[in-house]
């Protein structure tokens, strides 16, 4: 085989495994981040109830 297609193809299935790992990384981080932001808001409306109770 030749050398240059073989290093070709090993770079390239470094670039793919890379850049795929990024789609599922993000869209964890942005459920976790939208999970904490209403965590956070029904913890400040929660707080509202009990202080005015």
């Not at 790992?21 to 981080?29: A, C, D, H, R, T």
């Amino acid at each position: 085989m030749n050398p240059l297609i073989s290093a070709a193809s090993v770079i390239a299935a470094g670039l793919a495994v890379g850049l795929a790992s990024i789609g599922p990384g993000v869209g964890q981080g942005t459920a976790a981040g939208q999970a904490y932001a209403y965590i956070y808001i029904f913890a400040l409306k929660e707080f509202d109830y009990i202080k005015n109770f």
